[in-house]
């Protein structure tokens, strides 16, 4: 099952609402990716935190990494149509038998216009 | 440079029966990562190989395996199909670090339908 827990699992929002999701780990990650991936397409990074409590920004896009590095989030400000897509977050998990990317099941991101 | 490749884009097969698919990394990526993609479960991990060894293996039965040849193309393979294996089956490859596996460039995967 999963051990990266993505929340929620739809959001539907009007064009130019704000838009977060938020992902936690039971165990300390050593970094969380981001991935978008458009209807019928395969994910794209979008961006890798590593510090605790680090905050990135792209454009709309502010990513966060939680001080105990177990939880993050991805927020985006008036969204827009072209930001329709399902985003993931996958963490990094350094285990006893190797290191090894879990990705959340992801939210799915609806917009109106 | 050339992106992630996947090959066979679709497929079509019947339960009991095997098959292979191909992925060619991102050239100098020695590190492929495959994973299960379904509606209701997400992206689930199934192995990573680099430099021809599998490193890490996700919670699957025997039925998956897969490979890695020394130019880093990889194959999986699935045998004994069942009707829960439909799946889109994504590909990655990444430069792998001293802190683990960066960021993953997928390939476009291979749809695979089990009748």
């Known amino acids: 099952g999963q051990q990266v827990m993505q929340i929620p699992q739809y959001q539907h929002v009007q064009e130019g609402e704000d838009f977060t999701t938020y992902c936690n780990s039971s165990?300390?990650?050593?970094?969380i990716q981001w991935y978008k991936q458009r209807p019928g397409g395969h994910p794209v990074f979008l961006i890798q935190?590593?510090?605790?409590?680090e905050v990135k920004k792209q454009k709309r896009l502010t990513f966060q990494f939680g001080e105990a590095k177990k939880n993050s989030s991805l927020h985006i400000t008036a969204t827009q149509t072209t930001d329709v897509g399902t985003y993931f977050c996958?963490?990094?998990?350094?285990?006893?038998?190797?290191?090894?990317?879990?990705f959340g099941a992801g939210t799915i991101l609806r917009v109106k216009s | 440079k050339a992106g992630v490749t996947q090959t066979p884009r679709y497929l079509i097969k019947t339960r009991g029966q095997q098959v292979t698919l191909s992925c060619s990394p991102i050239?100098?990526?020695?590190?492929v990562s495959w994973y299960q993609q379904t509606p209701g479960q997400g992206l689930q991990f199934l192995f990573e190989?680099?430099?021809?060894?599998?490193?890490n293996k996700g919670n699957f039965p025997g039925r998956f395996s897969g490979r890695q040849f020394s130019n880093s193309r990889s194959e999986m393979n699935v045998s004994t199909l069942e009707l829960g294996d439909s799946a889109l089956y994504l590909c990655?490859?990444?430069?792998?670090?001293?802190?683990?596996?960066?960021?993953?460039?997928f390939g476009p995967g291979t749809r695979l339908t089990v009748l």
């Open positions: 165990t300390t990650l050593s970094n």
């Open positions: 990655a490859s990444s430069l792998l670090l001293a802190g683990g596996p960066d960021e993953q460039f």
């Open positions: 190989y680099f430099s021809e060894t599998q490193r």
């Open positions: 996958a963490g990094l998990r350094v285990g006893e038998y190797g290191n090894k990317l879990v």
């Open positions: 050239s100098g990526h020695r590190s």
């Open positions: 935190l590593v510090k605790s409590g």
